[in-house]
């Protein structure tokens, strides 16, 4: 897993944030005192706090942008994971990580009338996977 510095400065990168302030969850990422570096540790903590620092951001993201505010449908949802899963992970996505990303923004967000709200779970289930949490 990414120490909590690292991560701090990724969410910014990977959604183009001017800025975004992680301070209120570094203790629990386990953030070290000045000068020392302790190896993180996932746990359930962790992981939660991770998706709802991933969630903050992307609604920060998904708010004003006019490409957010109609629901996703097969075209959006594959051009918006492509776009995710390159920018968080620095990679292209395979075939089968685009499909669930996919199904995941249209089929599992459905029940949600927000639009943009919709695209902010789907990028925050991309900011909350392995190729963005480690290394």
């Not at 990977?14 to 005192?33: E, H, R, V």
């Not at 962790?46 to 951001?57: G, N, R, S, V």
């Not at 992970?89 to 919709?118: G, N, Q």
């Amino acid at each position: 897993m990414k120490p909590f510095t690292a991560l701090a400065t990724e969410y910014t990168r990977a959604l183009t944030l001017p800025s975004f302030d992680t301070g209120t969850y570094a203790a629990t990422f386990g953030k070290p005192p000045a000068r020392w570096f302790a190896e993180p540790a996932a746990s359930a903590n962790t992981i939660y706090a991770a998706f709802a620092l991933a969630y903050d951001a992307c609604t920060r993201q998904t708010a004003t942008d006019a490409t957010y505010a109609a629901a996703p449908d097969m075209t959006t949802a594959t051009l918006a994971c492509h776009d995710y899963v390159q920018r968080a992970w620095h990679r292209d996505a395979t075939d089968e990580e685009t499909a669930a990303c996919v199904s995941f923004a249209i089929d599992k967000t459905a029940s949600l009338a927000d639009p943009r709200v919709r695209w902010a779970y789907t990028c925050a289930t991309v900011l909350t996977a392995s190729g963005f949490l480690t290394y």
